[in-house]
């Protein structure tokens, strides 16, 4: 398992993300090899799963059983929220 944190420039946010990813993982008991990048690299088959704010999803060529919206990037609990349901999938 892969997860993408992305961001615009894939450089502050995406990376942010990408360490409260981790963090969330830890927490529920998932190992899965996360990494973060710009928009541009977010490419079908880069991820198994793409961790993104609502602000740049709508441009991301990601499918939407794929992609993983957050409404904050910043909140934490919203994070583990959404992690949490799509590993109940």
């Known amino acids: 398992m892969k997860i993408m944190a ?3 420039s894939g450089l502050g946010s995406s990376f942010m993300v990408e360490m409260n990813i981790k963090k969330v993982l830890k ?5 899965a090899e996360v990494e973060h990048s ?17 602000d740049i999803a709508e ?3 990601i499918s939407s059983e794929k992609l993983i919206v957050l409404d904050s990037i910043i909140s934490m609990s919203e994070l583990e929220e959404k ?3 799509y590993f109940k999938k």
Do not use: H, Q
């Open 6 to 8: 992305v961001c615009g």
């Open 27 to 31: 927490k529920i008991g998932v190992e």
């Open 38 to 54: 710009d928009l541009a690299s977010a490419v079908p088959g880069a991820a198994d799963v793409f961790v993104m704010g609502k």
């Open 59 to 61: 441009s991301a060529s």
């Open 83 to 85: 992690l949490t349901n």
